[in-house]
């Protein structure tokens, strides 16, 4: 019996879409078509590559509006912050096409005499990308486009919450002249998802998502019979450091922006914060002033500005992280009672700032991905350091300062993938995007995106 897979939409509870998932023998048959077409497509030339990808990005952009409610629909974003992802979409997108030559290109390591040596990158074969529901396309961007430019086939899992979004890079890409097979969307269970990554034909596998999805993967790869590589972009419980030189307005604004957005359900996002206590007061006051304009409600109205949680479940765990840091000392600043959407039984939760917090709680080091921050009185910069390091976790950190060295500084010594200055919860496009610890390993975006996705292959030409 086939089984079916059910977008229940966070907004209001209704059933938004359904789709078939791929059975066992399907999936594996679109590996076999994958292994095929990508023969054809590698030797596609780079520039040929180029136009293909790139016009399909115009052919996204060109639905904006399309794509901004279906994604309310799907996840929960408002509306009137939608369109955001396509946005980054289309930068990252275009950065990745147009950093492919000089990423790709042969390298040569000198003259020797009589000798003619180069190495070149040539591209893994099958690439399969399995990517979350919170930012369903700017994950999937950072390693589909770059796959496909290097001369790849990608299979592309989307989180079933997100199944349509899988469904529109299909189209885009199909319309935009790639040839048949080197893009395939599927619809997965994790049993059939399992059975793809153990193909031999498959040579990476690029995941983002929870700590306990990456092990799931990992343990897959490792019982399949090839040699597949793996990309994990995994948990995060991101660290800011106020620092007492910071411009306390513009810092407040970021730290809210970090905080709150997109409901809290980041990697990046932060969770924690770290204050000098000569500005803590001040700061405080600040956040929970930002998080009270937040507008909690539908996120198909043009007003709301903090949507639902993904699902009821997910907004449960985050109560109780909060109920458990109360009980054992925290206090909660926000009376949830003033958003009359918030729902003590529902996905819509009210955002939340916890000070009297400190590293025993669960909120302080477990990831809760949802609008709730916890913010901690530090009297130094070593002190700072401490506490942002004392986590699993370490995909990115945020210092928050006039001083351009005291944040290069404090920098160096955090065990972070990225470090900001007075900014956060972006990806820019030109750097690595990668974690150490438990925040996962491996690369995307830059030209160092290009290395896990192709393999070296070395020329030794004796021309006498």
């Known amino acids: 019996m086939t089984e079916t897979l059910r977008i229940v939409s966070p907004a209001d509870g209704s059933i938004y879409a ?188 690029c995941f983002t998502g929870s700590l306990r999805g990456g092990r799931a993967v990992q343990r897959a790869v490792a019982a399949g019979k090839g040699f597949a590589g793996t990309g994990l972009e995994l948990g995060g419980k991101d660290p800011a450091y106020v620092r007492a030189d910071a411009d306390l307005a513009a810092t407040v604004a970021g730290v809210a922006e970090g ?7 980041s990697c990046c996002s932060l969770e924690r914060v770290y204050v000098h206590e000569s500005v803590y007061d001040t700061f405080v006051t600040g956040l929970v002033a930002e998080a009270g304009r937040l507008v909690l409600g539908n996120p198909l109205d043009a007003a709301t500005t903090l949507g639902p949680m993904i699902r009821p479940a997910a907004a449960a765990l985050v109560r109780k992280q909060i109920a458990a840091a109360v ?41 809760s991905f949802g609008p709730v921050v916890g913010v901690v009185r530090v009297r130094s910069d070593a002190e700072a350091v401490r506490l942002m390091n004392d986590s699993e976790f370490g995909l990115s950190a945020s210092i928050w300062t006039r001083d351009v060295a005291a944040a290069e500084r404090i920098g160096k010594q955090l065990d972070t993938g990225t470090v900001f200055m007075n900014r956060c919860d972006y990806l820019d496009p030109a750097l690595a995007w990668t974690g150490v610890k438990h925040s996962g390993y491996g690369c995307t975006l830059s030209v160092l995106g290009y290395e896990p996705l192709t393999r070296p292959k070395s020329f030794h030409l004796k021309l006498e």
């Open 18 to 205: 359904e789709r078939a998932l791929a059975e066992r023998t399907e999936a594996l048959a679109a590996v076999e078509y994958a292994a095929e077409a990508q023969r054809g497509w590698r030797e596609t030339p780079l520039g040929e590559r180029q136009r293909v990808l790139s016009a399909a990005v115009d052919r996204f952009i060109a639905r904006r509006e399309a794509i901004v409610e279906e994604l309310a629909w799907q996840m929960g974003r408002p509306v009137r912050q939608g369109g955001g992802e396509v946005d980054g979409f289309e930068e990252r997108a275009r950065y990745m096409i147009e950093a492919a030559p000089a990423a790709l290109a042969d390298i040569d390591p000198g003259a020797k005499p009589g000798l003619r040596r180069y190495i070149r990158r040539e591209p893994v074969g099958v690439v399969f990308t399995l990517v979350p529901w919170n930012f369903p396309y700017l994950t999937a961007v950072n390693s589909v486009w770059p796959a496909l430019v290097a001369g790849n086939a990608v299979i592309l899992k989307h989180a079933q919450q997100t199944a349509l979004c899988a469904e529109r890079l299909a189209r885009v890409l199909a319309e935009a002249g790639l040839p048949e097979g080197v893009f395939q969307a599927l619809h997965l269970s994790h049993a059939t998802a399992a059975a793809v990554m153990q193909h031999e034909a498959v040579r990476l596998v």
């Open 259 to 265: 905080a709150f957005f997109n409901a809290g359900q």
């Open 327 to 367: 009980r054992s000392g925290a206090r909660a600043l926000i009376d949830p009672n003033s958003f009359p959407a918030d729902d003590p039984e529902g996905a819509y939760l009210a955002p939340q700032v916890l000070v009297d917090v400190d590293h025993g709680m669960r909120v302080m080091t477990e990831e």
